[in-house]
């Protein structure tokens, strides 16, 4: 199967702390890997974007800034929550694909918890 | 643009079955279907890449009408495991730079008591 490990899976800090959460696929090269946030009963909401070796791809309305993302080989990425604020707290999921093509699935992450304090 | 689907939610008993609705006001050239458990990850059941394509997953199938741009799941013989929400999921456009980005329906909690 196709297992891609997030890691933490609860973070609680305080006001004005970087996160750094971590998404790696273990068992497959992913070309192409994905970071949603996602409210209490609400959907996935597409955050960016993260190709190996190039810039991510920001979906409107999230501050590139604030949410930096990394994709520093085929295997892991990394999305920096800097100088979070308690409107930060959410759960962020991140997920993978073997392939850019849309046919392919994508594999997530078991999802970290993010409670600014 | 959001997919829409319907019901918002489903409450079953074991056994009963139920249908989940994903429409969109675009063309469709896929559809995804995950299945989320109260606080984890969502899982990844079944695509369906061509219009009138039927999928089955264990007593879980679905179908997909491109011309009516929608598709639907169908949950045969529900099983308490079967509980959680389900989404759908729709790419930007055929191939192109989209990189296979999803963009996911508001979901619909199923509920399967014994």
């Known amino acids: 199967g196709a297992v891609v490990s997030q890691h933490p899976s609860w973070v609680i800090c305080k006001s004005g702390t970087s996160v750094k959460i971590e998404c790696r696929s273990l068992d497959f090269q992913a070309t192409t890997m994905f970071w949603y946030r996602q409210f209490p009963k609400q959907s996935l909401m597409l955050m960016a974007t993260s190709n190996e070796g190039s810039k991510a791809t920001y979906e409107q309305g999230v501050e590139k800034d604030k949410f930096l993302i990394n994709h520093a080989s085929l295997t892991l990425s990394t999305l920096t929550v800097t100088s979070a604020h308690p409107e930060d707290s959410s759960f962020y999921i991140c997920?993978?694909?073997?392939?850019?093509?849309?046919?392919?699935?994508?594999?997530f992450g078991d999802g970290t918890r993010l409670s600014i304090l | 643009q959001q997919p829409v689907q319907s019901p918002q939610a489903v409450i079953l008993r074991e056994g009963e079955d139920a249908v989940i609705n994903c429409s969109s006001s675009?063309?469709?050239?896929?559809v995804h279907w995950y299945r989320q458990k109260h606080g984890e990850a969502p899982v990844f059941l079944m695509i369906?890449?061509?219009?009138?394509e039927q999928k089955g997953h264990e007593k879980i199938s679905a179908s997909f009408n491109e011309k009516k741009q929608q598709s639907s799941l169908y949950l045969t013989a529900s099983q308490l495991s079967y509980s959680g929400t389900y989404f759908c999921?729709?790419?930007?456009?055929?191939?192109?730079?989209?990189?296979?980005?999803?963009?996911f329906g508001q979901g619909t909690i199923l509920t399967v008591h014994p």
């Open positions: 369906l890449l061509k219009g009138g």
């Open positions: 675009k063309a469709l050239y896929s």
């Open positions: 999921g729709t790419p930007g456009r055929s191939g192109g730079t989209s990189y296979g980005k999803l963009t």
């Open positions: 997920s993978a694909k073997r392939a850019s093509h849309s046919n392919q699935p994508q594999h």
